[in-house]
């Protein structure tokens, strides 16, 4: 079986050229430059969390995750993780744009939530990474849904149990998600079927550490987020003695 050729990053890399494999696309460099110019000019709400959306984003589109994220749908995945669950909330609170109308908190989730089962559809996901095009539709949707859900959750006039209901959703349809991806008994991401054995790993085993890293891993974020609004919370409610 052939491998299924991808747009963007390059290449699937193997483990002998994985460290010099860096993205140096320039419409990308030029965005995130812009982005830390911005971010510099002390135009967001939140250098540092600013500053950290802007290195992860270098991390999961510059660095070589990026062209082992084209051999193994695990590191897709971990791109996918990083993206919507560290770089969205980080730009939540870097750009809260507090004059933008935040929209209902529950349609935004379940949009967010439908992203995420699409683009991790096998069809849908082979055609994402098909076309550059299609490939920044698969980000910019999933980024900007994100982004929206998490700026709904940190809103000041956003109820705590409102925002704690949003964050368990988010964990039980990832983690639904990756439990189906787990105990799929086929490989279904027919586009790393060659590229695996290069890293040690057959298509079912990365489709199984894929499934595991949804399930698991990608609920360390939320949680967090769901004990720091808790806390949060209760500082308000407790009177200072």
């Known amino acids: 079986m052939q491998n299924f050729p991808v747009a963007y990053c390059g290449p699937a890399s193997v483990p002998a050229s994985f460290w010099i494999r860096w993205n140096?696309?320039?419409?990308?460099?030029?965005?995130?430059?812009?982005?830390?110019?911005?971010?510099?000019?002390?135009?967001?709400?939140?250098?540092r969390a600013g500053w950290a959306?802007?290195?992860?984003?270098?991390?999961?589109?510059?660095?070589?995750?990026?062209?082992?994220s084209s051999a193994l749908?695990?590191?897709?995945?971990?791109?996918?993780?990083?993206?919507?669950?560290?770089?969205?909330?980080?730009?939540?609170?870097?750009?809260?744009?507090p004059r933008l109308a935040n929209p209902p908190l529950a349609p935004v989730v379940a949009a967010h939530a439908c992203f995420i089962w699409l683009w991790h559809a096998?069809?849908?996901?082979?055609?994402?990474?098909?076309?550059?095009?299609?490939?920044?539709?698969?980000?910019?949707?999933?980024?900007?849904?994100?982004?929206?859900?998490?700026?709904?959750?940190?809103?000041?006039?956003?109820?705590?149990?409102?925002?704690?209901?949003?964050?368990?959703?988010?964990?039980?349809?990832?983690?639904?998600?990756?439990?189906?991806i787990?105990?799929?008994?086929?490989?279904?991401?027919a586009v790393h079927f060659e590229t695996t054995a290069a890293w040690g790993l057959t298509p079912l085993a990365d489709q199984q550490l894929a499934g595991l890293l949804m399930w698991v891993l990608a609920m360390v974020p939320y949680l967090i987020a769901g004990l720091r609004i808790v806390w949060s919370g209760l500082r308000v409610s407790v009177p200072h003695l």
Not at 25 to 30: A, E, I, V, Y
Not at 182 to 189: D, H, S
């Open 24 to 47: 140096t696309d320039p419409l990308l460099l030029g965005a995130l430059a812009a982005l830390a110019f911005v971010v510099a000019r002390g135009r967001s709400a939140n250098a």
């Open 53 to 68: 959306a802007i290195a992860l984003m270098a991390v999961i589109f510059v660095s070589p995750l990026c062209a082992l």
């Open 73 to 97: 749908f695990s590191a897709r995945v971990t791109h996918h993780i990083i993206l919507i669950a560290a770089v969205a909330p980080l730009l939540a609170i870097a750009f809260p744009m």
């Open 122 to 180: 096998p069809g849908l996901y082979a055609w994402g990474l098909s076309t550059v095009p299609a490939y920044w539709l698969m980000q910019i949707t999933l980024l900007g849904s994100a982004w929206l859900m998490w700026r709904g959750i940190f809103a000041p006039s956003v109820q705590t149990g409102a925002a704690l209901i949003a964050l368990v959703a988010t964990i039980g349809h990832m983690g639904l998600l990756g439990a189906l």
């Open 182 to 189: 787990v105990f799929a008994p086929v490989p279904l991401y």
